[in-house]
């Protein structure tokens, strides 16, 4: 069952319900009334005869005509039958008993021998009793009626309440439905539907920002998941395409090893090829398996890192491995980000490494570090060829020359590591052309909390 329906029923039950409430109340109090009038006319008749038994018949019954009370007078005799003194409207439908007698002898009641009627009795002298009933067949027939009028006027107030609650909420389902066929329509794959309009309250309203935010994310999401699986996919190609090339090299020499054939020179010269094509899978495996690890870098505990003590040492450490070169570095002093220190010597290393590769052995080298608002700066800058394009984030297996082949380069991994590197520690790089000529790159990583 729809919620409209669920609503409408339930708005509509609790209107009969609350509408056959008041008026069983209004006809229970009507009832109550009526009671009290019978009785309050009964309790004055026995009171006038009351102080004088002798003369209570004839005192009760003046008082009946003179105030023109529907009552039936009816004297019980200790033997034989009751005598009828005055009959009203309704005659008494049996005929009253002593035991009548003794049980409304206090107050007026309803006895089980004489149904329909209100009755009390009064001592009239030599073991008489008078029995007064007043007739309450007249309120029982108006409190039919009234119960009548009463389900009848229920019942139309629930036909109003139906079609106002139809009219009040007609706009609220009918944009409740429209956003459950919207929400059924992204669900099965048909995000191209336009968002419907809400016409409805303010919750709804509410609903349906919320709803196009969710399947804005969801989009964003699955267009994020189908980017990441096709660069994985192309990542998987590329790295078996990479490891692929040095095993063929090696399966070949090892054939021509295994051959005996080979002269001393040829299998020397093979051994070195084989020696050197094991060393470039092993550092191949070993970026790998460092991306690897930089993808869930963010799930490992961080460790405080003094950057600028590690900045100094690596740039005097390369100062003095390569006296050849001008070596530039401004480092300010304390400065501290939170991350991997592994991670961050990684960087400082591939970016010198770089450098020593692709870039003449006089090419000027400047390192700069410093603290820029919450952001630590790392600048390092060479005066080598530099890059055909800047400010493109590097992609894995990406040389950026074609001079930087597997040959006389590296695996294209380094310029990707730099970059996760920098993601791990919430910061990113920048390629930039250098004053110097060269290549310039800006990593900008946050401070340590203090």
Known sequence: MRIATRFTLLFVCLTLLVALTVGWFAVAESSRAQYATIDTSIDEVVASGLRNPNTALSNALYVVQRNNYNLDLDVVFPTGPPTPVKTGTVPLSGRPTFTDVRESLNRAVHVANLPGFQVRSLNVGGGDYLIVAG??????????????????????????????????????????????????????????????????????????????????????????????????????????????????????????????????????????????????????????????????????????????????????????????????????????????????????????????????????????????????????EDGGPGLPAYGVRPQRFQRFDESRSRETGGSGLGMSIMADVADSLGGEMLTERSPLGGLRLTFSVPLAAS
């Open 135 to 380: 007739s309450t067949a007249g309120i029982t027939k108006q409190n039919e009626h009234l119960a009548l009028l009463v389900a009848a006027a229920a019942l139309l107030v629930a036909l109003l309440s139906l079609a106002l609650a139809r009219q009040v909420t007609r706009r609220d389902f009918r944009t409740m439905t429209r956003l459950i066929e919207y929400a059924g329509d992204v669900a099965s794959g048909n995000q191209d539907q336009p968002t419907p309009q809400s016409e409805g309250s303010t919750d709804l309203k509410e609903l349906r920002e919320a709803l196009v935010i969710m399947v804005e994310s969801l989009q964003e999401r699955i267009a994020l998941e189908a980017q990441n699986a096709e660069a994985m996919q192309q990542f998987i190609n590329d790295a078996s395409h990479e490891l692929r090339t040095p095993l063929t090299v090696v399966k070949g020499y090892n054939e021509l090893l295994a051959s005996g054939t080979a002269s001393a020179e040829l299998q020397a010269r093979a051994v070195t090829r084989v020696q050197r094509e094991v060393e470039r899978m092993e550092e191949l495996v070993r970026d790998l398996l460092l991306l690897a690890e930089l993808r869930e870098a963010p799930h490992h505990a961080s460790q405080r890192v003094a950057l600028s003590d590690l900045v100094i040492q690596r740039a005097s450490e390369f100062t003095f491995e390569h006296p050849e070169r001008s070596v530039t570095s401004n480092v300010t002093e304390g400065i501290a980000i939170d991350g991997r220190p592994e991670f961050v010597e990684r960087l400082m290393n591939n970016a010198l490494t770089n450098i020593l590769r692709y870039t003449p052995s006089d090419a000027p080298v400047r390192i700069a570090l410093d603290a820029v608002g919450s952001t630590a700066r790392l600048v390092i």
